[in-house]
């Protein structure tokens, strides 16, 4: 299954990418994030693989994240027409999925964030998760670009959210 969403944030490239790369802000909007932490390498660098715990209703969901792709490496004076890649790869149980996230400037102030996302399952009951539910993920990937846009224009964090 594969799919892409996008959000524009009204901020400045280098802003987002910035705040997309800095752990200490996931928990503000990666909503249902219990623990992100790196087994190997430098959190969001190229290459490092770190344990991600996510509560999903009454499902707790652990798995590995590696860094496949992030360019530029420095994220500081990111030159106009370049375009800011983060990519991923995350194995659960039953699940392996890819997410490719790119930034783009759409004018100085405004950032446009679009992120493709695949997913492969095994075991038949993944597949049929996969099979009955594809609108889900787009949903939660969907929620996820809105809650980090809330976070980053306004300061609003998903864990203070009464809903």
Same mark, same amino acid.
């Given at each position: ?32 994030l219990v623990l992100h932490e790196p087994l190997s390498g430098e959190h969001g660098q190229l290459g490092t693989k770190s344990r991600v715990v996510m509560?999903?209703?009454? $499902? /707790? ?11 530029? &490496? ?5 030159? *106009? ?8 790869e995350i194995i659960v149980e039953g699940m392996w999925s890819a997410g490719r996230e790119r930034l783009t400037e759409a004018s100085p102030e405004t ?26 993920? $787009? /949903? ?11 976070? &980053? ?5 998903? *864990?203070?959210?009464?809903?």
């Amino acid at each position: 299954m594969k799919y892409t969403v996008s959000i524009e944030i009204a901020l400045p490239r280098e802003k987002v990418a910035q705040l997309l790369a800095d752990p200490a802000h996931l928990p503000k909007w990666l909503r249902g994030l219990v623990l992100h932490e790196p087994l190997s390498g430098e959190h969001g660098q190229l290459g490092t693989k770190s344990r991600v715990v996510m509560q999903m209703g009454q $499902r /707790k969901i652990e798995g590995t994240e590696t860094i496949t792709r992030r360019e530029p &490496a420095d994220l500081r004076e990111i030159p *106009r027409t370049s375009v800011v890649h983060f990519d991923r790869e995350i194995i659960v149980e039953g699940m392996w999925s890819a997410g490719r996230e790119r930034l783009t400037e759409a004018s100085p102030e405004t950032t446009l964030w679009e992120s493709e996302n695949e997913y492969r399952f095994s075991g038949f009951l993944m597949k049929l998760v996969g099979l009955l539910m594809p609108g889900a993920f $787009r /949903k939660q990937s969907q929620q996820h670009m809105q809650d980090f846009k809330a976070f &980053a224009e306004q300061g609003k964090d998903v *864990r203070e959210a009464t809903n």
